[in-house]
C-alpha cells in the first residue's frame, strides 16, 4: 500500500522520517530549497505505509485539473529512503487514479508501461578537474582577459539578479516575470547561508555579469548565469564559468552545470569538459479536450 499526504500535514514523525531520507538526496529534495520554489502546501510527499521510501511531488489545481508537476529551477525528483521497497508501477498507478495531468522528471530507473509517455532528457556535469578546455573556450578566455574583465567571489547579488533580469527576462524572455520572482526568493533566502554563494564579472570595477550557484553534500550546482550582451561577446561568460570550474574541489565534489536541453547551451558546458548525465520525464494527460487546447495556445504564445 502507498499514500500521497500533503507536506503541511506530514506529523513531526513523518517529517523527522522524510527529511532524514531526504538529506542524502539531490540539492532539489532539500526543504530550503523547494520551499522557496513552492510552500509546503504545494507538495505532495507519496510514501509508503510503513513510511521506508520518500517521492515529493509538487501539485496544483489549474483551471479546475488538479496537476502533478515539475517547478521552474526543480530538475527532477527521485525516490528516496528504502528503495528496495518503492515500486514503479504502484507509483504510476496510484498518481494517475487521483490526476488528470502528470508532468514528472524523473532521477532513477524508468519502467516502460502504458500509463506514462517516457522520453530522456539530459544534463551536463564534471566530474574531475578538466585536463584542458576546447580551442574556442581557450579563445574566449583570453579574450577576457586582454579586454581586461575580472572575476571574484562575493555575497552581493543585487547587481547579479538585476542583470539577470534585463538580460534573461526582460531582453530574451528565457525566464518569466514568474521565474525571476521565484528565483529573487531561492537566492535571497539562502543568502547568508553556506549553501548559496555567487561570482560577480567586472570591468573597470563595475559588476557586468555573474552567476550563482548552491553547494549540497557532494554537488556544486550552477543555478543560473548572465553578463551584458557586449560583455558576452567579450568572453565574459566563459570567464565566470572557468572561475567557478577551477574552484571546485573534485576529491569530494563535482560539478553540476545545471543542465539544458538547448543546443547551444549544451555545447557551452561541453567546452569545459562536461559530459551527459541522463533523467527521464514523464507524461500523463487525461485532462479535458478544452484544458489541452488552452495549453497549446499558451505554448504556442509564450
Known amino acids: 500500500m502507498s499514500k500521497l499526504i500533503p507536506e503541511s500535514q506530514l506529523t513531526k514523525e513523518q517529517q523527522s522520517r522524510f527529511l532524514s531520507a531526504a538529506s542524502v538526496g539531490s540539492v532539489f529534495l532539500q526543504s530550503a530549497y523547494r520551499h522557496n520554489l513552492l510552500p509546503p502546501d504545494h507538495w505532495l510527499i507519496y510514501m509508503d505505509e510503513a513510511e521506508t521510501y520518500f517521492v515529493p511531488l509538487a501539485h496544483k489545481k489549474w483551471l479546475g485539473v488538479a496537476m502533478i508537476f515539475t517547478p521552474v529551477f526543480f530538475r527532477y525528483t527521485q525516490v528516496v529512503g528504502n528503495l528496495n521497497n518503492f515500486d514503479f508501477k504502484v507509483f504510476s498507478k496510484t498518481l494517475t487514479k487521483q490526476f488528470k495531468l502528470i508532468q514528472i522528471n524523473w532521477k532513477g530507473e524508468v519502467e516502460r508501461q502504458d500509463q506514462f509517455e517516457i522520453s530522456p532528457k539530459k544534463h551536463q556535469v564534471l ?21 581586461g574583465l575580472a572575476v571574484k567571489n562575493t555575497k552581493e547579488l543585487t547587481d547579479i539578479l ?3 533580469q534585463i538580460e534573461l527576462c526582460e531582453k530574451n524572455s528565457i525566464l518569466s516575470k514568474n521565474d525571476m520572482h521565484t528565483l529573487k526568493r531561492l537566492t535571497t533566502n539562502n543568502i547568508e547561508t553556506k549553501n548559496l554563494s555567487s561570482i560577480a564579472l567586472f570591468s573597470d570595477n563595475k559588476v557586468v555579469g555573474g552567476l550563482i550557484y548552491f553547494n549540497y553534500n557532494d554537488t556544486v550546482l550552477y543555478l543560473k548565469g548572465t553578463c551584458i550582451s557586449n560583455f558576452k561577446n567579450q568572453g ?24 539544458s536541453n538547448v543546443e547551444g547551451v549544451q555545447q557551452f558546458n561541453y567546452k569545459f569538459g562536461a559530459s551527459d548525465e541522463i533523467y527521464h520525464a514523464l507524461f500523463y494527460d487525461k485532462a479535458p479536450w478544452w484544458h489541452k487546447l488552452i495549453r497549446k495556445w499558451i505554448a504556442r504564445n509564450k
Open 162 to 164: 538585476a542583470i539577470i
Open 127 to 147: 566530474n574531475a578537474q578538466p585536463r584542458s578546455y576546447s580551442k574556442l573556450a581557450k579563445r574566449m578566455l583570453n579574450k577576457a582577459r586582454k579586454s
Open 236 to 259: 565574459g561568460m566563459y570567464l565566470l564559468m572557468d572561475h567557478l570550474v577551477q574552484s571546485v574541489n573534485y576529491s569530494k565534489n563535482y560539478l553540476d552545470f545545471g543542465g
